[in-house]
């Protein structure tokens, strides 16, 4: 995955990088220990993670961006969406 794609991220309603999203998934949930950083509370209970994964949110690249394109908002209601978003959410 491109580290320089950008997404709306709807939980944490901000434009993020793909990068950013899988790095404060690997952070601890809850209380984290001495020195490290926590999850942020959007991100413990994000359903969006199979999407960034699969590249199914709309993205524009970091240059684009930053010359002023916005992404478009994933629609998280439609029925493909869901159907990744049951896949890969844990059991």
């Known amino acids: 995955m491109s580290k320089d794609l950008m997404f709306y991220c709807i939980p944490q309603q901000a434009y993020m990088r793909t990068e950013n999203c899988m790095n404060l998934r690997k952070r601890p949930a809850g209380k984290a220990p001495a020195g490290a950083q926590p999850m942020l509370r959007a991100c413990e209970k994000c359903t969006m993670y199979p999407l960034v994964d699969k590249?199914?949110?709309?993205?524009?690249?970091?240059?684009?961006?930053?010359?002023?394109?916005?992404?478009?908002?994933?629609?998280?209601?439609?029925?493909?969406?869901?159907k990744i978003i049951q896949a890969g959410l844990p059991k």
């Open 55 to 82: 590249k199914k949110v709309p993205t524009v690249s970091l240059g684009d961006y930053l010359g002023g394109n916005k992404p478009k908002i994933a629609n998280l209601q439609a029925a493909a969406n869901k």
